[in-house]
């Protein structure tokens, strides 16, 4: 990730003019710094452009958004993940969130960074004198942060505001109104399908993590489908299922910092393990690497509340074996176990282990029955023995967003809803199901694809929305508080606790915006 760098020299000259102008007349402080960087003065070249663009993504790898905090409103909302305790950071996940927390502020505040630089990109690089072709492509870049951000914002909190100037350019931004969500998912479209039209279909390997076509194709379905607008989606999965895409061979590889932005790969969340520490912002000097990985880790090998998987997931694993009678090799990928079963897989064989390659028993205990996660932890190929080894930032493994077997599901469910169980919808489910190594499916029903992608997907930040755009929160966890046993049940839920609190610094700075419901 690109970080845009200020010179000590910039920030001496700077504090020594802060400090001259206190003892000096009005005329002087009338003057213009020249050193300080303006909309005039920076967005003026090319390299001002990719500077531009660089910062709108790197709000992502703040500890604020995918290195940490957005797994709390995502992963640790779901019917999955049984939160330990009761801190602020897991309240969302038993609906018990407050507009006042951290958590909730902090993760709002990173998505509508992206937005923010977004609209800069978009307000000011149209204006430089450039190559036209890169320029096309930057520009592509910055509908698709926008838009995917704010898919990200209406899923999470449905009425949000909708910006799409510069701050400096709204005459009055204190008295922005949230918009109608139909607006907010308009907008999203819109901007996807530009971003279709501007990306390229691949970049260099110095550039590899920047959005292209084929992200923004799929996330544009993925967008559909929510909506259920399924032919559209539909279509739009079809034009990535042309070849460029493919399953990986392996499907642990997927969770590696080793088989990165691979094959299957539309979009993830560029990670790095450079050895910076600190907490907060987007700044140079503060780390990019995978500080979730100790909220997923096993007990004992965190220091925070961390969790446990709920027992239903294991269960789905063993309703069905392999082609050569043996447990679904991703369950070993995604899950840590009391077991000493074992799957032969891609020349090896696949156990539940932990870090520092440790048995349950060698972890944990000889009975144990706690599960918890495996995925994302990364030990087989880095050596970790814990979740912070190196500190915070340890590990350099990317997020993975979008992959083309979730592309290969959402098909199938959006050729379901229109045809059933046709052959179409059975070869795209297949294939995930194949790479598995699991029989194939004669028929299907909705339950199958819904099983499938559990079992697939789990721990990859998809399973809260999966329920929430099926409708099925209410009906899926507030009706099952054992699922959120670890930490206080259900009962704080409330009608529209689906959706986050808005921020209470929001509502206070601004008169026009109103609480969500069930707050």
């Known amino acids: 990730m690109y970080i845009i760098k200020i010179s000590k020299r910039v920030l001496i000259v700077f504090i020594g003019m802060l400090f001259y102008t206190i003892s000096c007349s009005d005329d002087i402080l009338d003057q213009t710094n020249p050193n300080v960087i303006t909309p005039n003065s920076f967005w003026n070249t090319e390299e001002d452009a990719e500077k531009g663009i660089i910062g709108a993504y790197s709000p992502f790898t703040n500890i604020w958004y995918y290195t940490r905090f957005e797994i709390f409103t995502s992963d640790y909302r779901d019917d999955v993940v049984n939160g330990f305790n009761t801190s602020e950071r897991t309240a969302v996940g038993y609906f018990s969130g407050t507009s006042e927390s951290n958590a909730t502020f902090w993760v709002w505040s990173a998505m509508y960074q992206c937005v923010t630089r977004a609209n800069e990109v978009l307000f000011n690089v149209p204006n430089i004198e450039m190559d036209a072709d890169y320029k096309d492509n930057i520009l592509g870049e910055a509908y698709f942060i926008r838009a995917f951000n704010y898919f990200n914002l209406v899923n999470n909190w449905l009425n949000v505001p909708l910006i799409t100037t510069p701050i400096s350019e709204i005459e009055q931004p204190n008295l922005i109104e949230q918009a109608d969500p139909a607006e907010v998912w308009t907008l999203i479209e819109s901007d996807l399908k530009n971003a279709q039209a501007l990306l390229p279909d691949s970049w260099s390997a110095d550039d590899v993590g920047r959005v292209t076509s084929g992200a923004a194709t799929g996330m544009l379905g993925k967008v559909f489908l929510y909506q259920e607008k399924y032919a559209e989606a539909k279509a739009e999965f079809e034009k990535v299922m042309d070849g460029r895409y493919q399953l990986a061979e392996d499907y642990t590889h997927n969770f590696t910092e080793a088989y990165e932005n691979n094959v299957e790969s539309l979009f993830e969340i560029q990670l790095i393990s450079d050895g910076n520490s600190g907490w907060g912002a987007d700044a140079p000097g503060v780390g990019k690497g995978a500080a979730f990985q100790p909220d997923l880790a096993p007990k004992g090998f965190t220091n925070q509340d961390g969790m446990r998987i709920n027992e239903w997931v294991l269960d789905l694993y063993n309703d069905e074996t392999t082609v050569n009678g043996e447990m679904d090799p991703r369950a070993f990928a995604t899950l840590f176990f009391n077991s000493n079963d074992s799957t032969e897989y891609r020349g090896r064989y696949l156990k539940s282990r932990t870090y ?141 606790r689906e959706y986050i609190a808005i921020p209470q610094n929001e509502i206070d700075g601004n008169p026009n915006f109103k609480q969500n419901p069930g707050y």
């Open 356 to 496: 520092g390659n440790k048995t349950y028993a060698e972890a944990l205990s000889d009975d144990g029955t706690d599960i918890f996660a495996n995925k994302y932890l990364d030990w087989e190929y880095n050596g970790f023995t814990e979740s912070q080894q190196l500190g915070w930032y340890g590990s350099g493994n990317n997020v993975r967003i979008l992959r083309y077997a979730d592309i290969l599901l959402m098909f199938a469910e959006a050729e379901f809803m229109l045809n059933g169980s046709s052959q179409a919808a059975l070869d795209a489910i297949n294939q995930v199901r194949e790479r598995a190594d699991m029989p194939p499916h004669a028929s299907i029903t909705m339950q199958d694809i819904e099983d499938e992608r559990v079992k697939e997907l789990s721990l990859e930040r998809t399973r809260y929305f999966d329920l929430l755009r099926w409708d099925r929160v209410v009906e899926r966890i507030v009706n099952n508080p054992e699922l959120k046993s670890e930490s206080a049940g259900t009962s704080a839920y409330k009608s529209g």
